[in-house]
């Protein structure tokens, strides 16, 4: 069974630094294609940035374009989101999972929240 575990998430203030970290297990992490969501209080779940299965063509949405930056170890069977000049619009919950058609079942996500 595919698990994916989302985990850096936390308090910080507004221009501040964070670093994600998603670990998959059950399938092969190397074959598939990978995102960041993110789900923030009241809303849907939305597209934050994607990588292809071997690290190539890193995409963002427009709204974090230039402060985040994704990439992948598939050696470790992790992908990574760097997020810089947090903004208080960043807070959410951030989840990984396939892209561009996420699986049925999501991790529990890592809470970020950004204060001024």
């Known amino acids: 069974q595919v698990q994916l575990v989302e985990s850096g998430g936390g308090l910080v203030q507004a221009g501040g630094s964070l670093r994600l970290s998603c670990v998959a297990s059950?399938?092969?992490?190397?074959?598939?294609?990978m995102a960041w969501y993110r789900q923030a209080p009241g809303k849907e779940r939305e597209f934050v940035a994607s990588?292809?299965?071997?690290?190539?063509?890193?995409d963002y949405a427009d709204s974090v374009k230039g402060r985040f930056t994704i990439s992948r170890d598939n050696g470790k069977n992790t992908m990574y989101l760097q997020m810089n000049s947090l903004k208080l619009e960043d807070t959410a919950i951030y989840f990984c999972?396939?892209?561009?058609?996420?699986?049925?079942?999501w991790g529990q996500g890592t809470q970020v929240t950004v204060s001024a």
């Open positions: 999972n396939e892209h561009p058609r996420p699986m049925g079942s």
């Open positions: 059950g399938r092969t992490f190397s074959n598939y294609d």
């Open positions: 990588i292809r299965y071997n690290g190539a063509r890193p």
